[in-house]
């Protein structure tokens, strides 16, 4: 099955690169201008590896927050088909705990 997530990442990012004919930099370490139409899951996983996430407690809630995203980061969102939104309204949110 992770294979498969993998497979379909790769292929949407792709896809989305090769329609608008552009090709992604960022995803390489240590060479932040190489650019690839192709990148592989692993890179485009890898882009997303410094995320932090805090949860704070106070009086019967939970508040959280995530590290900003970074351009290439919210490109890859876009390119996914994900509107930036669906990460940025997970900051700040509060809930009770169980």
């Known amino acids: 099955m992770g294979k498969r997530v ?3 990442l790769e292929f949407q990012v792709r896809s989305s690169l ?15 201008k190489r ?4 990148p592989t899951a692993e890179l485009i996983l890898a882009t997303f590896k410094e995320i932090t996430l805090i ?3 106070t009086k019967n809630e ?3 927050h995530l590290t900003n995203l970074s351009l290439l ?5 876009v390119l996914l088909g994900f509107p930036i939104t669906i ?10 705990p169980k």
Request: hydrophobic share 35%; net charge negative; proline share 2%.
């Open 6 to 8: 993998l497979t379909l």
């Open 18 to 32: 090769k329609s608008n004919e552009e090709k992604l930099a960022g995803v390489y370490i240590g060479n932040p």
């Open 73 to 77: 980061q919210q490109r890859i969102l």
């Open 55 to 57: 949860l704070i407690e």
């Open 35 to 38: 650019e690839t139409a192709r």
């Open 62 to 64: 939970v508040y959280a």
């Open 87 to 96: 990460y940025t309204q997970l900051d700040g949110q509060s809930f009770t």
